[in-house]
């Protein structure tokens, strides 16, 4: 009789054990019902790239003076400078400027260190391609202006920040 009460009492216990974990389980379901999704429905969302966000490179061609630092600083010698040397006037003449983002890891030393600031990085991610050598882009690829994605009225915008 006595054994039998404390396998009862047993029972309860284990009862009372399964509940609290039955009801811990209910609060972390319910707290994640409060929140907004993560998962973004790509390419009809999109999320907005944080301000500082290392995309595709956009080149002024005016601007550049064919001086090379961003040859010098990139950690795989990347962008492709053709200039000539104009001896009259002892300065350079850019004829053509390119970066493959084949190669490229984004890493911003460019940016960083060119005098005259002719590099920045945009917002724009999507590089993909079926051909690796559409990713080599001369001067005038990379002086195409990125469609910002908050102008795009076709995708809806979620506020969420890249922070790549
Ligand atoms: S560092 Fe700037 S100015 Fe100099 S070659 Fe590169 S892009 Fe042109
Ligand atoms: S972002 Fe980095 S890897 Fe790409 S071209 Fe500039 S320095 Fe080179």
Request: glycine share 6%; proline share 4%.
């Amino acid at each position: 009789m006595f054994s039998t009460l404390i396998e009862f009492g047993g029972y309860g216990h284990q009862a009372i054990e399964a509940a609290k974990y039955i009801g811990q389980g209910f609060t972390v379901t319910s707290d994640h019902l409060n929140r907004s999704p993560i998962t973004v429905q790509y390419p009809y969302e999109k999320n907005v790239s944080s301000e500082r966000f290392r995309g595709r490179i956009h080149f002024e061609f005016d601007k550049c003076i064919a001086c090379e630092v961003c040859v010098r600083v990139c950690p795989i010698n990347l962008p492709v400078v053709d200039w000539i040397l104009m001896k009259d006037i002892r300065k350079k003449r850019l004829r053509s400027y390119s970066i493959d983002f084949g190669v490229c890891i984004f890493c911003g030393n460019c940016v960083e260190y060119c005098p005259t600031n002719c590099l920045s990085m945009t917002e724009e991610y999507e590089l993909s391609s079926y051909d690796r050598h559409e990713l080599n882009q001369d001067q005038t690829a990379l002086g195409r202006l990125p469609i910002s994605i908050s102008q795009d009225f076709s995708i809806q915008v979620i506020s969420t920040q890249l922070t790549f």
